[in-house]
């Protein structure tokens, strides 16, 4: 079957760092996204990978190995703002978009 | 704004009814997608459409029906409503049917099932 696996929820102080994983196990492999999603609101796009390496985008990097199925989205400097879910999709081989549950994240001051 | 537009934003109704969900792209854009998402749970893909044509199918229940029209705007029917039913419906749009393109997703309509 297909998976991908996040942590539930994390919670990290504002102005710190902080990386949310995730792992992934789907037929075939044609990219992956993290998408922002506020709570009660729409998700927004922040990022995409599809070759092994590091993307970064202003505070916001998004890290991928397509050998070990895994992924990390790094979050520097955090702001109270950045107090949200984090969803991790992989497109199969398919090119259906797989969901992960989302990472809650929360910021304390 | 993503420029993608639902309508209503809220939907109160009883079960058993019917009722009806509409999405408009954003201007360009020729690909649907519609996602349910229960609360605190994860984005459920339900299905796709691209120019007209359906594209993908997700876990879409046999009383849920979609489909897009030729200026490009989809709509989502909910029939024979049950209380698991209640949950915020995400209408997503794309400029193309590949799923490696980013997703732009409307401000959702929150269904509630009394």
């Known amino acids: 079957g297909q998976n991908i696996d996040q942590p539930t929820e994390m919670t990290a102080t504002e102005g710190a760092i902080v990386q949310i994983n995730c792992t992934y196990q789907t037929s075939g492999f044609n990219g992956l996204f993290w998408y922002q999603q506020h709570a009660g609101e729409a998700p927004t796009f922040l990022s995409y990978n599809v070759l092994d390496g590091l993307e970064e985008k202003g505070r916001f990097s998004s890290f991928l190995s397509r050998s070990k199925g895994y992924s990390y989205l790094l979050l520097k400097e955090l702001q109270m703002k950045d107090s949200a879910s984090y969803l991790c999709a992989v497109t199969d081989s398919n090119y259906q978009l797989i969901w992960g549950a989302g990472t809650k994240l929360i910021i304390k001051p | 704004d993503s420029g993608v537009t639902q309508t209503p934003k809220h939907l109160i109704t009883a079960t058993g009814q019917r009722v009806t969900l509409r999405c408009s792209p954003r201007?360009?854009?020729?690909?649907v997608y519609w996602y349910q998402q229960s609360l605190d749970q994860g984005l459920q893909f339900l299905i796709q459409y691209y120019n007209g044509e359906e594209r993908a199918k997700g876990n879409i229940l046999e009383r849920f029906s979609a489909q897009q029209f030729p200026d490009l705007h989809s709509e989502l029917n909910l029939s024979s409503l049950e209380l698991g039913d209640s949950a915020l419906y995400f209408c997503?749009?794309?400029?193309?049917?590949?799923?490696?393109?980013?997703?732009?997703f409307g401000p959702g309509t929150r269904l509630t099932v009394l």
């Open positions: 201007s360009g854009d020729l690909s």
């Open positions: 997503a749009s794309s400029v193309t049917g590949e799923t490696y393109n980013e997703q732009f």
